[in-house]
């Protein structure tokens, strides 16, 4: 928690790129709109990232914007990216603002809920049978692995191109991504599975040791190992059998992609990036910027109002707020009311106010 309850909040925007502008528009009038029903202030002030940013000033995570991040109570993000930035060199791409972020501010863990309302049980690949009560939070490991692992680079070596990356983590890494597990599953199943690839690789073998000795301060959650091939596998065969997975970077950001398919579209998928409680978290949507779709008003803001939800609840100490964003959500899909993405022909505008007219 940021946080604590207080009567009026100073929140940054990232609006971003492609659908970003769009997206987060609607989430910010319903914001506007609990706090309004709801009795408190919420003051929003945008900042750049991404390759807004560097059409702006030619970096991807300017200072300024990290100084704001820094004071204020929460951060929400709606996507970066797009095709005009792609040929950039790494340290002018948008993704290398986001890397960058995440480090700055400390976000070691993220937050993903796959959760299947059941309005939409129908809207997955998999069997509704398969997937209906699915409620899995995937805790990912966010500013270690082979992501940040040094060295790294493209050398020659034996007269030919070769590339390299390298996978390590640090044993304090491993101890406070399993304790957010463990404290998360604590408030919910009591069941951790922690995934790693500890029959072949040596970084995994620490991660599950670690796992293992952080889990004798929890003897009344549930823990068990799975390696990660299988964990790809077990996720469409069966998901209802796991409560919270906790994996490591690269891991956690392919099972956290495949776990959102269970729930049928990207457009509806929250994620949390938290880390030391002094500071803000980062909210954001786990999909993209939708070049394809930019600009058009088809982009379907409710990952993004959702991730706004779990704003309130784990950054602002504002839990009736969370409530009153989730049971809108859920009323404008019993109402029928859906996207494109989702079989409908709603735009993102009117979708954002369909939820303000039910908050
Ligand atoms: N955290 C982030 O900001 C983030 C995450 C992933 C990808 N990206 C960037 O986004 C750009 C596009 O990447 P991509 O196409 O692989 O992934 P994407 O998530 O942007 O899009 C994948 C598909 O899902 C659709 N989609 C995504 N969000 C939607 C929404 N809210 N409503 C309706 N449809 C939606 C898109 O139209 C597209 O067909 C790239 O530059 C990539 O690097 C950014």
């Known amino acids: 928690m940021a946080v604590k309850k207080k009567d009026s909040y100073f929140v940054t925007t990232l609006p971003g790129d492609g659908i970003g502008p769009e997206i987060m528009s609607a989430t910010v009038k319903v914001c506007q709109a609990v706090a309004a029903k709801q009795g408190f202030k919420i003051e929003f002030k945008e900042a750049l990232i991404g390759g807004a940013a560097l059409d702006a000033c030619n970096d991807p995570f300017p200072d300024e914007t990290l100084k704001q991040m820094k004071s204020s109570d929460s951060v929400l993000l709606a996507a970066i990216g797009g095709p005009k ?15 960058k972020m995440r480090k700055s501010l400390g976000l070691f863990a993220n937050l993903r809920p796959a959760t299947v309302l059941p309005q939409l049980a129908d809207a997955s690949t998999l069997k509704p049978e398969v997937v209906s009560g699915v409620d899995i939070m995937v805790v990912r490991e966010l500013t270690g692995d082979v992501y940040f692992g040094e060295p790294k680079g493209i050398t020659t070596k034996d007269g030919e191109r070769f590339g390299y990356n390298n996978m390590c983590y640090k044993e304090s890494e491993v101890k ?11 408030k919910r199943g009591k069941r951790v599975c922690s995934v790693d690839k500890a029959n072949v690789l040596d970084v ?32 469409i065969r069966n998901p209802k059998q796991f409560d919270v997975m906790v994996t490591g970077n690269i891991f956690g950001d392919i099972l956290s992609d495949e776990a959102s398919m269970l729930v049928g579209s990207l457009g ?60 809108a959500v859920n009323k404008v899909l019993d109402d029928g009311v859906r996207t494109g993405d989702l079989g409908g ?15």
């Open 204 to 235: 995994s073998q620490l991660w599950r040791d670690v796992v293992i000795e952080t889990h004798k301060d929890y003897p009344d959650v549930e823990l068990s190992h799975m390696y990660v091939d299988n964990a790809a596998m077990q996720l």
């Open 176 to 186: 406070r991504i399993a304790k957010v597990a463990f404290d998360i599953a604590r």
């Open 268 to 327: 509806m998928l929250p994620s949390a990036s938290v880390g030391d409680p002094s500071g803000p978290g980062v909210f954001e949507p786990i999909h993209g910027s939708a070049p394809d779709i930019a600009g058009t008003d088809k982009a379907n803001p409710l990952a993004t109002i959702l991730s706004a939800a779990m704003m309130f609840r784990y950054d602002l100490d504002r839990p009736e707020a969370a409530q009153a964003i989730e049971d």
């Open 85 to 99: 930035w792609d040929a950039n060199p790494r340290d002018k791409r948008p993704e290398t603002g986001l890397l």
């Open 345 to 359: 022909k709603v735009g993102c505008k009117q979708m954002g106010e369909e939820v303000c007219k039910r908050i």
